[in-house]
């Protein structure tokens, strides 16, 4: 049962699963880090797969279909930013809105562009066919069917983790939504609008979570089903919150959901008891809360994520 | 200025959660006695599911030379159930049906709140002491059998038909959730590849979603790992991620509740089907009819609503002697001498997993 090839293929699904979630907890750090609160990531991502999988059929070009599910990701979430920063709502409620309006219009779109609810047709190529095996490297052992052969949003999701990282440590701008999230009065003091900085940082959010979607649609699958998200995004989240609002933590504790979730799959396969299989499906779901309630403690979120941040101009 | 701006995005914000909650329905026109309504609840699948859903609206559809409008309603969620089928029934419909088995205590319910409406359920059994409600039942474990026996028989004896089949005599199902009328499909599908041959393995993945694709494919990759050349997902819209990967990975796979192969020619061997429209149909029948029965109706093979979808591509490839062993089946079925189980726990010997 333990053999070679098990392993390897438990390992190179982790990596299928984690990639959406890795992608919208990414995002979802950003936006965090600039201090605005977003449990709208699983709304983005829906908006980002359905629009991925609409406009690669629409065009027969699935990189146009990614390129529209980035944009109008980034799109829906400026909803989110206007709502939070100029308008200084609450930040969970209005994300809260934004979810159940991305599952509403998607179904409502749905109707009007494919004619019928449910599920759009397939979209004629699909990512998953640009399968690029980087030459060399992908004939490491393991490490290279899973990191090194892949489909494109795949190898994206690696480059933006560590982009990330050093955008957010190494540049001025990284600086600045950072200090957005932890003393905004230090920021705005010195003359940088914490404004612009949140409104980036959710910004960023939407672009990243859009990509999300779209590999959902129309890279790990080949057409956009209403619902098929199925809470990934909020998944996202927790890997956010255990990986301490770190961009690699946030895609390592989403690797380890995606293992667990493969995990269950071939433990179902494998399984000659009667154990009743929802024990088997609630099994990543426990993991993420063991891990979330095991780490919280040492995660630290910025300081002032959450908190509302507005100038009172003495003229208005 | 800004309080003015604040209003109306709180504003559209609230218009945005109305407007999000499900499809609109067309102004209510009571039902009159030359146009009735005929109305359906999906449950939160929705429609566009490629079977169950779409099913149940088909046979709505087809009641349209009955004289009925079909009118539906999507649930995005359990909480939905209630208030969709009251709603419709308080519309002025004259018969709203349920879909799925998740619908059970929300249409009986409904049904006793209702009582001058006819109720039907897809999949939901009857009650003695609600006589506007009809349940429907079907005998999905016979078209799993038939399924079975295909499977069975072309995954190991007939593997070189096809570059698609391996020499390893293993199949795989994919459940949705473990709920009645998918457990029937697999028990039906387990006893009839043990009935053509013992050694088959049946590996069983469970994905806990009707409309989770990603996690439908993964349930499949794994079993095509071990070695599955036919994958059998019972599980909606969770399915059709199934059956793409079985396409992508060059193996063949068995439909569900309507003919699928639509879904993937090049894949969908055959599918096991239940004839809901028609069930519905004959529900929208009694209506006009004026015999509407309430408790429980069964669908079967004797009813000609349980079976087999034509092979279609396959049809060349499929060897004769396995159409034979389908036929034999059926008969056997019929007469009675084949008896096949509907729950896991008759068949635990069976199940290897």
Redesign the interface.
């Known amino acids: 049962m333990f053999d070679y090839?098990?392993i390897v293929?438990l390992l190179v699904?982790m990596i299928?699963?984690a990639t959406?979630i890795a992608l919208a907890a990414v995002g979802a750090v950003i936006c965090e880090r600039s201090g605005i609160v977003n449990i709208a990531m699983e709304g983005i991502m829906i908006v980002g797969a359905f629009v991925a999988a609409i406009v690669a059929g629409a065009t027969g070009n699935p990189w146009i279909g990614l390129l529209a599910a980035i944009f109008f990701g980034g799109f829906f979430s400026l909803l989110h930013a206007?709502?939070t920063v100029s308008?200084h709502?609450d930040h969970v409620v209005?994300g809260a809105?934004l979810n159940?309006?991305a599952?509403?219009?998607t179904?409502?779109l749905?109707?009007l562009i494919v004619g019928?609810?449910?599920?759009t047709d397939?979209v004629p190529i699909s990512l998953?066919a640009y399968r690029w095996a980087i030459p060399g490297l992908s004939r490491i052992p393991i490490l290279g069917r899973m990191f090194f052969d892949q489909t494109p949003i795949v190898y994206f999701s690696f480059v933006l983790v560590a982009f990330f990282t050093w955008f957010l440590n190494r540049t001025k701008l990284g600086l600045h939504v950072r200090a957005a999230g932890e003393h905004p009065l230090a920021l705005e003091t010195i003359g940088v609008s914490v404004y612009k900085m949140r409104y980036f940082g959710v910004f960023v959010s939407g672009l990243v979570g859009g990509m999300a979607g779209a590999y959902?649609s129309i890279e790990?699958?080949?057409?956009f089903?209403?619902?098929?998200t199925?809470g990934r995004g909020f998944i996202a989240m927790a890997a956010m919150i255990s990986g301490g609002w770190h961009p690699i933590g946030a895609f390592l504790a989403a690797l380890f959901f995606g293992f667990a979730?493969?995990l269950q799959?071939?433990l179902?396969?494998?399984?000659?008891t009667?154990i009743?299989?929802?024990l088997?499906?609630i099994l990543p779901y426990v993991l993420t809360v063991v891990a979330v309630a095991g780490l919280v403690r040492r995660s630290r979120p910025p300081k002032a994520v959450g908190t509302d941040f507005m100038i009172e101009r003495t003229d208005d | 200025m800004k309080k003015i701006l604040s209003v109306s995005v709180v504003l559209l914000l609230a218009a945005a959660v109305v407007f999000a909650g499900g499809q609109g329905e067309k102004p209510a026109a009571k039902g009159k006695a030359e146009t009735r309504i005929a109305a359906m609840a999906t449950d939160v699948g929705g429609l566009g599911d490629k079977s169950f859903n779409d099913g149940a609206y088909a046979g709505l559809v087809m009641g349209k030379d009955l004289g009925f409008e079909a009118r539906v309603i999507e649930s995005n969620q359990q909480t939905d159930y209630i208030p969709n089928l009251t709603g419709l029934a308080e519309d002025g419909s004259d018969v709203v049906f349920a879909v799925g088995f998740l619908m059970e205590e929300a249409v009986k319910e409904s049904a006793k709140m209702n009582p001058d409406t006819y109720f039907g359920g897809i999949d939901i059994g009857g009650d003695p002491d609600i006589p506007n409600f009809q349940g429907i039942l079907y005998r999905e474990e016979q078209s799993g059998f038939l399924a079975g026996i295909v499977a069975g028989l072309m995954t190991s004896k007939y593997a070189d038909a096809s570059p698609k089949l391996n020499p390893d005599p293993v199949v795989g199902v994919v459940l949705g959730m473990l709920v009645p009328p998918v457990e029937r499909y697999e028990v039906g599908f387990i006893q009839g590849v043990k009935y053509v041959d013992p050694k088959v393995r049946v590996l069983s993945v469970t994905v806990g979603d009707f409309a989770d694709q990603a996690r439908g494919r993964e349930a499949a990759v794994a079993m095509i790992e071990q070695g599955a050349d036919i994958i059998f997902p019972a599980a909606g819209l969770t399915g059709l991620g199934s059956i793409q990967a079985a396409r992508e990975n060059g193996v063949l796979a068995i439909g569900v509740d309507v003919d699928q192969n639509n879904v993937a020619p090049d894949t969908v061997l055959t599918s096991a089907i239940k004839k809901i429209p028609e069930s519905v149909y004959v529900v929208l029948e009694s209506i006009v009819n004026g015999n509407f029965e309430g408790g429980t109706k069964v669908y079967g093979l004797a009813e000609d609503a349980a079976g087999l979808a034509p092979f279609h591509g396959f049809e060349g490839m499929v060897p004769q002697a396995v159409k034979d062993a389908v036929e034999k089946a059926k008969a056997g079925i019929l007469s009675g001498d084949i008896k096949i189980a509907t729950s896991r726990s008759e068949i635990k010997d069976l199940i290897d997993k």
């Not at chain 1, 019928?116 to 599920?119: E, K, N, Y």
């Open positions: 090839d098990l293929n699904a299928r699963n959406p206007f709502a308008l709502l209005s809105v159940v309006l599952l509403g219009i179904a409502y749905m109707i019928h609810p449910g599920t397939s998953g959902l790990g699958n080949v057409s089903t209403e619902g098929m199925g979730d493969a799959v071939r179902q396969v494998f399984d000659t009667n009743p299989e929802e088997f499906i």
